[in-house]
């Protein structure tokens, strides 16, 4: 390539930032990294990395000098802890990025959202973008995320900035340091229950389909073909979320969650849990939430075809596919 386009990802040595890394190299991109911490694994592939949190003025701007397109992934994900914690890092943070990439002149930027930035209680069931952000948050991280990508959203046209963000749900597959490797640590010390009746459906998104959607989301930003617009992904098919973690434990040889609580006596624990946590300041999360609770019991699966037309998203690895690698790694990690 004569003239790779230069490219500033913020979250590349996360999970979904990696995977997102591997795929702009291999597009030939020169490509930078931000982050709190230096990556030597990241330099050794050629990435040119930058040390420092993004509401470090001068490292941010450094970093996204000269670039042509900016990955925001970098995030405060979870259940639990101080509202500041997560409002420094999903809005102050993506507020510092789409500042840098006005005064940088970047003409595109990519951010990395969440389906919970419309969580609001209840179930969704096919439901497509026109939903409004959520209500009745339960978790700072969803409520801080969707204030983010309403940020994005409304940056697009300024300055010659275009923006999109995506929404990928339940983001799994090699590499997985959280949600997977939670769950079989929870199994394995028979700690976890099925939340509900055990039926409901939900979105899943296998990570290397969700890190070909970024670079799918910036092919369409450089066409014109989409700005300003978020986009729900996933593998386009719901799963049964318990038989689905059942087969996934039953192939690790691990024992299957046979165990139920109601979600009401779920949501009761959780908000039991978060008020003694709160009031006694304890370490670490509890181990139930009312925003848990109902998103392990109720269905979450959305309407894809927005993201099918304008970023022509395919999930390219099936679910089956996903899970056959998901579970060879494990066993070579020990995770089992």
Known sequence: ????????????????????????????????HIGRSPRPDLAAKGVAVYVGNLTDK????????????????????????????????????TRAVL???????????????????VFNG??????????????????????????AEAEVLAANGENGLKTVALRPHLVWGPGDPHILPRIIARAKS?????????TNEVDISYVENVADAHLF??????????????????????????????????????????????????????????????????????????FVATELAKDHFFNIDAARRDLDYKPAVDTETGVEKTVAWLRAEGIQ
Request: net charge positive.
């Open 1 to 32: 390539m004569d003239n790779p386009m230069n490219v500033l990802v913020t979250g590349g040595g996360g999970f979904i930032g990696g995977f997102v890394i591997e795929r702009l190299l291999a597009r030939g991109y020169g490509v930078r």
């Open 58 to 93: 001068p490292a941010l701007e450094a970093a996204i000098q000269g670039v042509d397109a900016v990955f925001h992934i970098a995030a405060k994900a979870g259940i639990w802890g101080p509202h500041a914690d997560f409002y420094h890092a999903n809005v102050l943070g």
């Open 99 to 117: 500042s840098a990439c006005q005064q940088a002149g970047v003409k595109n930027l990519v951010y990395t959202s969440t389906p919970s930035v």
């Open 122 to 147: 209840g179930p969704f069931r096919g439901e497509d973008e026109s939903l409004p952000y959520g209500s009745n948050w339960l978790c700072h991280y969803a409520q801080t995320k969707a204030q």
């Open 190 to 198: 028979g700690r976890l229950r099925i939340v509900g009746d055990g």
């Open 217 to 290: 989301a910036l092919d369409a930003l450089l066409s014109g073909r989409t700005a300003g617009k978020p986009y729900f992904i996933s593998q386009g098919e719901p799963v049964s979320l318990w038989p689905w973690i059942n087969n996934l434990l039953q192939q690790l040889e691990v024992p299957t969650i046979q165990r139920h609580i109601s979600y009401k006596a779920a949501y009761r624990i959780g908000a039991v849990a978060e008020g003694v946590w709160s009031l006694l300041r304890l370490k670490g999360e509890p181990p139930m939430t009312r």
